[in-house]
């Protein structure tokens, strides 16, 4: 059963600290790997993944996939109190007639002041 | 940008009470996606269209059934609503059609919370 594993499950943080989250899958037809951050409405798009060891960067957020692990890692920098969310990881995997997104549970990030 | 919209942003029914959720998206996508977020449990996904009157049930489908008359709106429609279906519902849509076509990403609407009394 494909399946992706998100941890930790929450995370306290305290402004200007650096984070990473984690992402592992075991998922058929693997394409590609999604991180999502949720804040109070719906999930927005941070990360599309298909490429191992190549960095994904925007501002304080990075993350990068191991397609031979099976792993991607969500690093942010220098943290503020709006990255406080759930982020959530996302694989797809070919399913037939088209392609199927298999969420983890997420991560909630808290960033204290 | 990208528009999802859904029809309501909280809704509060009956056991027994018939349901519809609408979702409408703007950037003419093929791939249209209807997933509930409970805590603990994540997004499960329900339902997916890949095309007008084409859909294909998710992990979840039961108790769910949807409607893609028009390729901009995917419906969900809960036959007789019951108390665990009580979550959060969330509509996506991607770009192009099955096979490795296309983008992965999905665009979310904002989300309807639903609480069946």
């Known amino acids: 059963e494909d399946k992706v594993v998100q941890s930790p499950l929450s995370l306290v943080v305290h402004e200007g600290d650096t984070v ?24 927005t798009f941070l990360f599309m993944l ?38 959530l990881c996302a694989v797809v995997g070919y399913g037939g007639a088209t392609n199927k997104l298999i ?11 | 940008d990208v528009k999802v919209t859904q029809s309501s942003r909280y809704l509060v029914k009956r056991t027994g009470e018939k349901v519809f959720l609408e979702c409408v998206q703007d ?27 084409m859909k ?20 969900l ?3 007789s609503a019951s108390t665990n279906q009580t979550s959060m519902y969330l509509c996506a849509s991607s770009l192009n059609g099955g096979g490795f076509k296309g983008t992965d990403t999905q665009y979310f609407g904002p989300g309807t919370r639903l609480t069946v009394l």
């Open chain 2, 27 to 53: 950037m003419d996508h093929e791939n249209m996606f209807w997933y509930r977020q409970d805590p603990g449990l994540g997004l499960r996904l329900i339902y997916f269209s890949y095309d007008v009157k």
């Open chain 2, 77 to 79: 429609i809960l036959e």
């Open chain 1, 50 to 87: 298909t490429s191992s060891g190549i960095e994904k960067k925007s501002g304080r957020l990075s993350s990068i996939l191991d397609k031979k692990e099976l792993f991607s890692i969500l690093n942010i920098t220098a943290t503020q109190t709006g990255d406080s969310a759930i982020y």
């Open chain 1, 20 to 43: 990473t989250l984690n992402c592992s899958y075991e998922v058929t037809n693997f394409r590609s790997l999604l991180w999502y951050k949720q804040e109070k409405k719906a999930p």
């Open chain 2, 56 to 75: 294909e049930k998710g992990d979840i489908p039961e108790g769910y059934s949807v409607s893609r008359e028009k390729k901009e709106r995917f419906s």
């Open chain 1, 103 to 113: 969420f983890g549970t997420g991560t909630l990030l808290a960033v204290q002041p």
